[in-house]
């Protein structure tokens, strides 16, 4: 079975600092997709951004953007220029193959506090 | 992206009766709905899967006569929360995606349900 490990629980950055959200997962799959979701108080789920396991290429999503290891099975976000409404909690998620009937596995979260 | 509404937001009801609990995608055909369970301060749990115009694949723990799931068109599912308990209590999501145009789940805004 596949697990999602996020192995901090809370994070905290200073407003316009960078901060690194890390994940790791574990799979037999070779074809897969990992995706960061954000929580915010009103607890609405957003897609931060999303990687294909086969793309090489790390993606971007303006300010953020993740350090995709596949060998290594870790996949960490990174927030630039963090800003107060990126306060939030920040799910890691796995995904087998493309077909966006199978279903999400979610690491158990991490809190990020944005401070002046 | 798509829009998933949920009805209601916030409903509290007395322990032993049912509540219903509506997921509609506004504008997409939902081919698979999921629903979820979120503890205060803990991730998502998947409680089952849902195709249109089939049963419900429920996970495991899950009591499929207590969480009833109907997903009779492609832009409706419904949970129904059957003689509810003070146990029962929780925010409930629900996602939705489509084999078509977009390769992600959609989530709703959730449901908080207070059983007294």
């Known amino acids: 079975a596949q697990t999602v490990t996020q192995s901090q629980p809370e994070m905290s950055v200073q407003e316009a600092e960078t901060v690194t959200l890390s994940c790791t997962y574990d799979t037999s799959e070779s074809d897969y997709y990992l995706f960061w979701y954000k929580q915010p108080p009103s607890r609405q789920m957003i897609l931060v951004i999303r990687?294909?396991?086969?793309?090489?290429q790390n993606a971007t999503e303006n300010r953020f953007s993740v350090n995709f290891q596949k060998a290594a099975k870790s996949f960490s976000l990174k927030i630039s220029d963090s800003q107060l409404g990126d306060a939030a909690m920040y799910f890691c998620a796995y995904r087998p193959g493309p077909d966006t009937a199978s279903k999400l596995t979610f690491g158990t979260g991490t809190r990020l506090q944005v401070t002046l | 992206g798509a829009v998933v509404s949920q009805h209601p937001s916030w409903v509290i009801c007395k322990s032993g009766t049912s509540v219903k609990i509506e997921c509609r995608s506004l504008?997409?055909?939902?081919?698979?709905m999921f629903w979820y369970r979120q503890f205060p301060k803990q991730s998502l749990m998947l409680m089952a899967t849902s195709n249109e115009g089939s049963k419900a694949t429920y996970e495991q723990g899950v009591e499929k006569d207590k969480f009833l799931i109907n997903h009779a068109s492609l832009t409706l599912s419904t949970l129904t929360v059957t003689s509810a308990h003070p146990e029962d209590s929780s925010f409930y999501i629900c996602s939705a995606s489509t084999t078509s145009g977009y390769n992600e789940q959609f989530f709703g805004p959730g449901t908080r349900l207070t059983v007294l």
């Open positions: 504008d997409f055909q939902a081919t698979t």
């Open positions: 990687q294909e396991a086969y793309k090489q």
